[in-house]
């Protein structure tokens, strides 16, 4: 079982920049590769960015490239997402999501998750 604890999340001007923590509970974070998702009001919710076990590989949706930077730190526990650059668009709920693939080398976007945490609002204002 691994519990997921999202912060960092507030109010931003467009343009600006956010950095959002996911702290992990459990001995076997390493195991893990883990995913940003995000849904905005009245739409599904879309994969945002993946990272690899060992951090190794990421994986991102085309409308944050160059953007957006995930990050890990085993040693933590923790996963982050540098958002850079923000727009309007980019204001909804952002989820971490946890995929136990110890073996696996490289992540691709989108996927199958198996844990989730409650979430962090970020909006970005015009």
């Known amino acids: 079982q691994v519990q997921l604890v999202e912060s960092g999340g507030g109010l931003v001007q467009a343009g600006g920049s956010l950095r959002l923590s996911c702290a992990a509970s459990g001995r076997t974070f390493s195991s893990y590769a883990m995913g940003w998702f995000r849904q905005a009001p009245g739409k599904e919710r879309e994969f945002v960015a993946a990272?690899?076990?060992?951090?190794?590989?990421?994986a991102y949706a085309d409308s944050v490239k160059g953007r957006f930077t995930i990050s890990r730190d085993n040693a933590k526990n923790t996963v982050y997402l540098q958002m850079n650059s923000l727009k309007p668009e980019d204001t909804a709920v952002y989820y971490c999501?946890?995929?136990?693939?110890?073996?696996?080398?490289?992540?691709?976007?989108?996927?199958?998750?198996?844990?989730w945490g409650q979430g962090t609002q970020v909006t970005v204002s015009s």
């Open positions: 999501a946890a995929d136990y693939a110890p073996y696996t080398i490289v992540v691709v976007p989108g996927g199958e998750y198996d844990y």
């Open positions: 990272i690899s076990w060992s951090g190794g590989s990421t």
